[in-house]
Structure formats: structure tokens, C-alpha cells
């Protein structure tokens, strides 16, 4: 039996769990990432039952190379929204520190401390022996975070590869940061880092050549881009008191050019301008629209993952029965291997009817 749209009922312990997860209690929360994560049964169906709560929170990537103060960036950043009556869920893929203590002593206190606060909630992931995609996984985790009434998801992943770079994608807003170290402004190229920025932070600015690296990255940046934004004024500053004046047809609205930041994550320093750029980007892409196309497009994609991910599977049942029935290779002999998928497609396909 399935409801209306295709989804498997929920199991006893299922609908159990959400019913816990609806009374906020944060360890349904731990417990159905774990079965996304897991890819245990019925985890699509809690993901569904809980779908209509999502969209409120807003999402954060804080991306980079390995250890240019993502998870300082993302504590100092999540305290500072915390202080402000703001509740931050964390995700952290891969991380050698210090959410699982690879880190120094001072980080880890640090961490330990943001980890027990109420209103905070953080998930390690590791990136290898994800089960479905480890986009779709950390998508699903934010998922949970944000119908749980998290209001800020904020994602970090150290930014080395394809899939991070699709993680750090489904965010609202993408921050970069890099260390004026090992020519990051060049590695940022290399790895695709710049396509992805929404902001730049080079942190770690108490180290020198942070000025020389933030320089470049305005550079590169606006190779990218074209060529500095033409300056067009804007929109705070307008006079809603001369109401009689005609109302001026609407100002367009300016590109959003990647402002570039400083920061001492370890310290604090630049965290509040961080915070404040982070909240002006998504006034922009509220303004412009961007936050629908964008949430539309991250929200096409993720359908994309569900349903390769349920073809692969029902793709591998039907090879395991197949196997059973024939035998080994016994039976594929005479059979080409497309007249065999074929069979096998067909198959699913009536299975699925
Ligand atoms: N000097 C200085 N050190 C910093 C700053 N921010 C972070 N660190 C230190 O840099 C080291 C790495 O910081 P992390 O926050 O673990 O970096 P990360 O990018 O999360 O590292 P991975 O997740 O392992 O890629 C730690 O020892 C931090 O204390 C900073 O602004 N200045
Ligand atoms: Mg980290």
C-alpha cells in the first residue's frame, strides 16, 4: 500500500520516531540522519512524511582547501548567530579536525563547547562508504536539520573535489575561504572553487601575505566576471517620505559581485562582516529571485539523485533474482548483454506498475 504520492507507508518504530522528531526532541533528529546515512529501510518515506516542513532555514556552504579554518570559521560564525537567538544546525563532511579531535586542545574545547549548547546541533560525515551519493546524503541531513526548525544549516566541506563542490551548490549562499599559504588564489582556480563563491574570506589574515592574496582574488574574480560590475546606486537611501513624487520605475538590480573578506577565525576577527555579508547576499537573492531558481534547481537535482538512486536499486535487485533464476554465467550464454538488460528493464518496469 502507498499513500497518494507513492510512498511506502511508515513503519511502527518509523511513525514512532517521528513523533519524536515532531516533539523536537534532538535525539530523533541524531537518530533519522543516521538512517539516511544508512540508507536503512524506510528512510525515503521519513524524508517524505517530513517534506512539507522544509524551506525555512537558510543554507550556508563554507568551503575550501584542508585547513584553512573551515570548522574554526564555522564555530566562531555559529556562535556569533547563536548569541544572536539564532538556532545552527552543522554538518561537516570529512573533517580531520577538529570536530573529531585531530585538532589542538584550544579547538577542540571550543567545539565541545558549541557541541553541548541548545540551539546547536553538529554531524560529522565522512565522505568515504556513503551509501547513496554523498550529495544526496548531506542534502537529506540538511533536510532533516531544516524541518526539524533549525534556522541555519550551515555545510562544510573541505572543497578538493566534484562532489563537494555539488554540496557546496545546494546551499543558499557559498562562502570560500583561503589562507594567504601555499598559493591558494591558484589552487582556488584549479579546484573550481571560484565558480562556486557567492563570498571570499581569506582567513588566517594574521598571517602575512593575506593583503597580496586578497588582491588576486579581486583579480581573478573579476576576470572571471567580466570586469568590475558597473556601479549602480543602491537601493538603501530612498526617500519614502516624498510620497507625492511619482514613483521612479525600479532601479535594476546590480549583479551580485563576490565581495572578498579578511578574517582571524581563531580570534573572531572579520566574523561579524562575514555575518553581515552572508545575510546582504541573501537579501539580494531574495531581491532578484535568485533564492527561488536556486532552492528550484538544487530541488531538481536532489529529485535527480532520489531517482537514479532508486533505479540503481531496483536495477540491483532485479540482477540479484536474475542471477538466482539462471545461475551464474550458465544462463547468459546466447544472450547478449543488451538483449539481457532489456529482459531486465522490462521487468523492473512491470515490478513497478
Ligand atoms: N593563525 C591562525 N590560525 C588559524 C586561524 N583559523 C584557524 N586557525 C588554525 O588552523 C588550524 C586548522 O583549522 P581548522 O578550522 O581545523 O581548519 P579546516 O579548514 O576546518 O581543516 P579541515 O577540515 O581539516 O580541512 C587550527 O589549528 C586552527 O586553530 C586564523 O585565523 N589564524
Ligand atoms: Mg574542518
Known amino acids: 500500500m502507498t499513500d497518494s504520492a507513492g510512498a511506502p507507508p511508515l ?18 533528529l541524531a537518530r533519522s540522519i543516521s538512517l539516511v546515512e544508512d540508507q536503512a529501510e524506510g528512510f525515503e518515506s521519513l524524508l517524505h512524511a517530513l517534506h512539507d516542513r522544509l524551506g525555512r532555514a537558510r543554507r550556508l556552504g563554507i568551503t575550501g582547501p584542508p585547513g584553512a579554518g573551515k570548522s574554526t570559521l564555522t564555530s566562531a560564525l555559529a556562535r556569533l548567530l547563536r548569541d544572536a537567538g539564532e538556532t545552527v544546525g552543522i554538518i561537516a563532511v570529512d573533517p580531520s579536525s577538529p570536530f573529531t ?26 565522505s568515504r562508504g556513503s551509501h547513496g551519493g554523498l550529495s544526496a546524503t548531506t542534502r537529506e541531513a540538511a533536510d532533516l536539520m531544516d524541518a526539524f526548525g533549525f534556522d541555519r544549516i550551515i555545510l562544510e566541506t573541505v572543497g578538493v573535489g566534484q562532489s563537494e563542490l555539488e554540496i557546496a551548490s545546494q546551499a ?27 563570498l ?44 507625492s513624487r511619482p514613483t521612479p520605475p525600479p532601479e535594476p538590480i546590480e549583479a551580485w559581485d563576490p565581495p572578498v573578506l579578511m578574517s582571524v577565525a581563531s580570534s573572531g576577527e572579520g566574523l ?6 552572508v545575510d546582504r547576499h541573501h537579501a539580494w537573492l531574495r531581491a532578484t529571485g535568485s533564492l527561488q ?7 531538481a537535482e536532489h529529485a535527480r539523485i532520489v531517482l537514479e538512486r532508486a533505479v540503481t536499486r531496483r536495477g540491483a535487485e532485479a540482477w540479484r533474482a536474475w542471477i538466482e533464476e539462471v545461475g551464474d554465467d550458465a544462463g547468459l550464454a546466447g ?12 521487468r523492473i518496469c512491470r515490478d513497478a506498475q
Do not use: C, W
Not at 579531535?101 to 560525515?125: Q, W
Not at 561579524?272 to 555579508?277: F, G, K, M, Q, S
Open 272 to 277: 561579524p562582516e562575514l555575518a553581515a555579508e
Open 335 to 346: 544472450r547478449s548483454p543488451y538483449e539481457t538488460a532489456r529482459i531486465l528493464t522490462a
Open 101 to 126: 579531535g585531530g585538532a589542538l586542545l584550544g579547538d577542540r574545547v571550543r567545539m565541545d563547547e558549541l557541541a553541548t549548547e541548545p540551539g546547536i546541533f553538529i554531524r560529522s560525515m565522512a
Open 172 to 198: 543558499d549562499t557559498t562562502v570560500v575561504v583561503l589562507v594567504p599559504e601555499s598559493g591558494d588564489g591558484i589552487q582556488a582556480m584549479k579546484a573550481g572553487l571560484m565558480e562556486v563563491a557567492d
Open 293 to 299: 531558481s536556486r532552492r528550484a534547481a538544487a530541488a
Open 200 to 243: 571570499f574570506v581569506v582567513n588566517k589574515a594574521d598571517r602575512p601575505g593575506a593583503d597580496r592574496l586578497k588582491k588576486e582574488i579581486g583579480i581573478v574574480n573579476s576576470l572571471r566576471t567580466g570586469g568590475p560590475q558597473a556601479s549602480v546606486p543602491a537601493h538603501h537611501g530612498v526617500d519614502l517620505s516624498r510620497k
Open 11 to 28: 513503519t511502527q518504530p518509523l511513525q514512532d520516531l517521528l513523533a519524536r522528531f515532531e516533539a523536537g526532541e534532538p535525539f530523533a
